[in-house]
């Protein structure tokens, strides 16, 4: 078995996907666009636009799916959209450090703590 490639290597895949259909958890073999999410909100495609980067389907915490415009370290965008759509969370990623509003109102600059409060709003 070949060892899987870098993240950033990965092909964007060409399908479209339903909601139901995302995947659990990171693909090693492939990327999957967030043109590719049939119910995507114009608010996601946004932070490609604004990044100038394209936006990609990283993983589901809980009942939402996480999205990333921009390297997994540096200057990136991430956000967070309840699998109902009722709700998206974004957090703006510089270098190390970052910031953004959790799903209870509170501030996060941890995005370890803002992934955390993701997965507890259940």
């Known amino acids: 078995m070949s ?12 399908r479209s996907y339903q909601t139901a ?9 492939y990327r999957i666009p967030a043109s ?12 490609g636009d ?10 589901r915490i809980g009942r939402f799916l996480l999205w990333r415009a ?3 370290v540096g200057e990136s965008v991430y956000m967070a959209v309840a699998d109902d759509l009722a709700a998206a969370y974004r957090f703006d990623l510089h270098g190390r ?20 409060a993701l997965r507890d709003a259940g």
């Not at 604004?50 to 993983?59: F, Q």
């Open 3 to 14: 060892p899987a490639l870098p993240p950033g290597e990965r092909p964007f895949v060409t």
């Open 21 to 29: 259909e995302l995947p659990s958890t990171p693909q090693r073999e």
């Open 36 to 47: 590719g999410w049939v119910e995507a909100p114009d608010v996601l495609h946004a932070i």
């Open 50 to 59: 604004e990044t100038g980067e394209p936006v990609e389907y990283k993983r």
């Open 70 to 72: 921009g390297p997994p």
């Open 97 to 116: 450090r970052g910031r953004g509003m959790g799903p209870y109102g509170a501030v996060h600059q941890r995005f370890r703590s803002w992934k955390e």
